[in-house]
């Protein structure tokens, strides 16, 4: 198993083998999670990397609305019941 050293300013090397596989080059942003003992590093996706052209359509069609408005919080509970 590849492994990395944690050096100061908690900075590490990631190993060139997991570097080639996610397609990464410098600069680029990890997304990264810890999930009980372990650390997982992931490529961070862009929103515009992961939306396809008819998500991005569903989403410009409804930001046309029609949107109802609300003078208060208030009304907006009374609304929706609250």
């Known amino acids: ?18 570097v080639k ?12 999670e810890v999930s009980g003992d372990a650390i997982i590093v992931k490529a961070h996706v862009d929103a515009e990397d992961w939306a396809t052209e008819d998500v991005l359509a569903e989403i410009e069609e409804a930001a046309k609305g ?4 609300f003078a208060s919080m208030e009304e907006l509970e009374r609304e929706l019941d609250v």
């Open 1 to 18: 198993m590849p492994q990395a050293t944690l050096r100061r300013k908690n900075q590490m090397t990631l190993p060139a083998k997991a």
């Open 21 to 32: 596989d996610l397609g990464l080059r410098e600069g680029e942003r990890l997304d990264i």
């Open 66 to 69: 029609p949107f109802q408005t």
